[in-house]
């Protein structure tokens, strides 16, 4: 079946960039999601990218989608310790439905 | 704001007692809704899709009859946990699938969680 995997930690340093990497198996797939999670909480949709985009923008998060190695990555700038948490990657899969990667834990250190 | 509510955010029960949780989309009408399950320091784990009108789609090694859901509206699915066990302890969330307002594409948008301790 589809897969999405992710690094499991990544730790920064407060000002400094963060960039978590995503790899998925389905190549069909419409829509790519970064989605966060904060200690206790459900999933916040972050920012999502088309698939015949390589490239989007939002504020201080940037998508870079490269199709052809399944390769999926999210850079927040200036990373707060706000931004502590687990990032999930997600696609949806052929049959519609939404697959998760493991998911990144994302610390930021003063 | 929130764009889909769950209710309650917290239960705590004895083991044997059935508890429901409450999916609501607030800004727009869901034909599906989701259900999933996260495991501590796990990803989530999709247990069914919920059509409304019709019987939920259960995934493998999820028991229909532990979990039963039922999608009465396009703004409301329910999730009740059977019999609850300390093994069913755990964070149930739900999403949505629908368009918000200047929103060009159907998206999930997930609700806030609910917390389920089975004593």
């Known amino acids: 079946g589809e897969d999405v995997e992710q690094s499991l930690f990544l730790s920064v340093r407060e000002g400094d960039s963060s960039v978590i990497n995503c790899t998925y198996t389905?190549?069909?797939?419409?829509?790519l999601y970064w989605y966060k999670q904060e200690p206790g909480a459900g999933l916040q949709l972050l920012t999502y990218?088309?698939?015949?985009?390589d490239m989007k923008q939002d504020q201080r998060l940037t998508v870079l989608l490269n199709k052809k190695d399944k390769h999926l990555s999210l850079r927040i700038a200036d990373t707060q310790t706000g931004d502590s948490a687990i990032y999930f990657c997600?696609?949806?899969?052929?049959?519609?439905?939404?697959?998760f990667g493991t998911g990144t834990r994302l610390q930021v250190f003063p | 704001g929130a764009v889909v509510s769950q209710h309650p955010s917290w239960v705590i029960c004895k083991s044997g007692t059935s508890v429901k949780i409450e999916c609501r989309s607030l800004?727009?009408?869901?034909?599906?809704m989701f259900w999933y399950r996260q495991f501590p320091k796990q990803s989530l784990m999709l247990m069914a899709t919920?059509?409304?009108?019709?019987?939920?789609?259960?995934e493998q090694g999820v028991e229909k009859d532990k979990f039963l859901i039922n999608h009465a509206s396009l703004t409301l699915s329910t999730l009740t946990v059977t019999s609850a066990h300390p093994e069913d302890s755990s964070f149930y969330i739900c999403?949505?699938?629908?368009?918000?307002?200047?929103?060009?594409?159907?998206?999930?948008?997930f609700g806030p969680g609910t917390r389920l301790t089975v004593l």
């Open positions: 999403s949505a699938l629908g368009q918000v307002r200047e929103a060009r594409t159907d998206t999930q948008y």
């Open positions: 800004d727009f009408q869901a034909t599906t």
């Open positions: 997600a696609e949806f899969d052929n049959t519609d439905k939404l697959i």
């Open positions: 389905d190549s069909s797939s419409t829509y």
């Open positions: 990218i088309f698939s015949n985009m």
């Open positions: 919920s059509n409304e009108g019709s019987k939920a789609t259960y």
